[in-house]
């Protein structure tokens, strides 16, 4: 068994943000700290007790846990596996944390990098603690081949979260080009096409999410993955949305509401009618989009999700000029934004809407289409971005200032061009 102190011992000291100089000082010098660090030495008890001291680590060294390593890492693998494949998160994170003071994981390094790693990807999960994901950083160099590609996913999907996209597309090639030779499991490769085609579909590369959530589904198909299954069907059915191929879209709405009646994943219907909506008001029948969109309304419970079908139940009734039914869902909208915090991007959409029928005032319609224009440009919401900007160059025009809407024509334009 290969020992797993120096990882345990570099981890320990940087979380404590602990220099190794202050560590080493009395009990070896800063270089040989360094190589125990690095898993290049074997240091004898005696230096490793007087350093697990003064990180005040309880880490056993006189008895070989060897034996244990295999089941602990099959224990730790199948929660994984439960808490992806049924989206049963929170009660295995906590199981998880509990194996960090299982002594066989301080004692193997294997077993220590296995836990690392799971950490990490239960890091990016919903409530789960990103801190994981920065310290198997710390000992990526440790890493097997597989190890570093399960790192990659999670790498990626952290500089996605935090805005880096250039880089978070970089890793997701090079995962792209490397996955297929790894010898990571069939349940596990399913998961992480998964994660990537949701990421290809954010940065608006449309085949190549369809092709890697396709991947994913025939594995989530073939074991009964239920609501995996539903997951799949959505983003399939939004990157065919974005390609205008509508009646393939509509066709894996459809098979994610077939799976959804014969489940209690009720919970879905809300996104599925709204995109279904949204579907039916590009094709002109709006009469169909505003049902889906109300359908969509009801079933929804949380307060950004209705606030969603209420913003499109506003476009619905914009498009077909009925000002009375976008006062009346504008109403909703106000009230709903009452009980919720972070809306500052249904203010935007709000704010026009009400200056167009309820104000009536073009001055306050295009001071708040320019902030508008502006704010979902800041955020990489071009679809918006576009809506908006056209808008607000035809207001410009039609009150002659010609210049300053031919530049919003123009961004206009450049949006177009870079979806082409």
């Given at each position: 068994?290969?020992?797993?102190?120096?990882?345990?011992?570099?981890?320990?000291?940087?979380?404590?943000?602990?220099?190794?100089?202050?560590?080493?000082?009395?009990?070896?010098?800063?270089?040989?700290?360094?190589?125990?660090?690095?898993?290049?030495?074997?240091?004898?008890?005696?230096?490793?007790?007087?350093?697990?001291?003064?990180?005040?680590?309880?880490?056993?060294?006189?008895?070989?846990?060897?034996?244990?390593?295999?089941?602990?890492?099959?224990?730790?693998?199948?929660l994984?596996?439960?808490?992806?494949?049924?989206?049963?998160?929170?009660?295995?994170?906590?199981?998880?944390k509990k194996?960090?003071?299982?002594?066989?994981?301080?004692?193997?390094?294997?077993?220590?990098?296995?836990?690392?790693?799971?950490?990490?990807r239960?890091?990016?999960?919903p409530?789960?603690?990103?801190?994981?994901?920065?310290?198997?950083?710390?000992?990526?160099?440790?890493?097997?081949?597989?190890?570093?590609l399960?790192?990659?996913?999670?790498?990626?999907?952290?500089?996605?979260?935090?805005?880096?996209?250039?880089?978070?597309?970089?890793?997701?090639?090079?995962?792209?080009?490397?996955?297929?030779?790894?010898?990571?499991?069939?349940?596990?490769?399913?998961?992480?096409?998964?994660?990537?085609?949701?990421?290809?579909y954010?940065?608006?590369?449309?085949?190549?999410?369809?092709e890697?959530?396709?991947?994913?589904?025939?594995?989530?198909?073939?074991?009964?993955?239920?609501?995996?299954?539903?997951?799949?069907?959505?983003?399939?059915?939004?990157?065919?949305?974005?390609?205008?191929?509508?009646?393939?879209?509509?066709?894996?709405?459809q098979?994610?509401?077939?799976?959804?009646?014969?489940?209690?994943?009720?919970?879905?219907?809300?996104?599925?009618?709204?995109?279904?909506?949204?579907?039916?008001?590009?094709?002109?029948?709006?009469?169909?989009?505003?049902?889906?969109?109300?359908?969509?309304?009801?079933?929804?419970?949380?307060?950004?999700?209705?606030?969603?079908?209420?913003?499109?139940?506003?476009?619905?009734?914009?498009?077909?000029?009925?000002?009375?039914?976008?006062?009346?869902?504008?109403?909703?909208?106000?009230?709903?934004?009452?009980?919720?915090?972070?809306?500052?991007?249904?203010?935007?959409?709000?704010?026009?809407?009400?200056?167009?029928?309820?104000?009536?005032?073009?001055?306050?319609?295009?001071?708040?289409?320019?902030?508008?224009?502006?704010?979902?440009?800041?955020?990489?919401?071009?679809?918006?971005?576009?809506?908006?900007?056209?808008?607000?160059?035809?207001?410009?025009?039609?009150?002659?200032?010609?210049?300053?809407?031919?530049?919003?024509?123009?961004?206009?334009?450049?949006?177009?061009?870079?979806?082409?």
């Amino acid at each position: 068994m290969e020992y797993n102190y120096g990882n345990l011992i570099k981890v320990e000291r940087m979380r404590k943000n602990m220099k190794q100089t202050v560590l080493a000082r009395g009990i070896c010098s800063v270089s040989y700290l360094s190589k125990i660090e690095n898993n290049q030495t074997s240091p004898s008890e005696e230096v490793l007790e007087l350093i697990f001291d003064r990180l005040d680590l309880d880490v056993p060294l006189y008895f070989d846990f060897s034996n244990q390593v295999e089941k602990v890492r099959s224990e730790i693998r199948s929660l994984l596996k439960e808490a992806i494949l049924n989206r049963n998160d929170q009660d295995k994170q906590n199981m998880i944390k509990k194996y960090i003071e299982h002594p066989a994981v301080k004692q193997s390094r294997t077993l220590y990098i296995t836990l690392m790693v799971t950490l990490a990807r239960f890091g990016m999960m919903p409530g789960g603690d990103e801190r994981y994901v920065t310290e198997v950083g710390w000992i990526e160099d440790q890493l097997t081949k597989d190890d570093q590609l399960r790192y990659t996913i999670i790498k990626a999907l952290k500089m996605f979260h935090k805005n880096e996209k250039e880089i978070a597309f970089e890793l997701v090639e090079k995962l792209n080009g490397e996955l297929a030779g790894s010898g990571i499991p069939d349940w596990e490769v399913a998961d992480i096409r998964y994660i990537m085609g949701g990421l290809y579909y954010k940065f608006t590369d449309n085949i190549q999410a369809i092709e890697n959530v396709k991947f994913a589904l025939v594995y989530f198909q073939e074991n009964f993955y239920l609501e995996r299954i539903v997951e799949c069907h959505l983003i399939i059915g939004l990157s065919y949305k974005r390609r205008k191929r509508f009646s393939d879209a509509l066709s894996y709405y459809q098979k994610a509401i077939k799976v959804i009646s014969a489940t209690d994943l009720k919970n879905y219907y809300g996104m599925l009618y709204n995109n279904m909506g949204e579907i039916y008001s590009l094709l002109g029948e709006q009469d169909k989009a505003l049902q889906y969109f109300i359908e969509s309304f009801e079933y929804k419970i949380d307060v950004r999700s209705k606030l969603y079908s209420v913003l499109s139940l506003i476009e619905v009734n914009f498009d077909q000029s009925n000002e009375e039914g976008v006062v009346k869902w504008l109403t909703v909208g106000h009230d709903l934004m009452t009980k919720e915090k972070e809306i500052e991007e249904f203010n935007h959409h709000f704010d026009i809407y009400l200056n167009y029928f309820k104000e009536k005032n073009v001055d306050k319609l295009i001071f708040s289409l320019k902030k508008a224009v502006s704010y979902f440009e800041s955020h990489d919401e071009y679809m918006y971005t576009k809506k908006y900007a056209l808008w607000l160059a035809r207001e410009l025009r039609e009150n002659g200032k010609y210049k300053l809407a031919t530049e919003y024509y123009e961004k206009v334009i450049t949006i177009m061009s870079q979806s082409e």
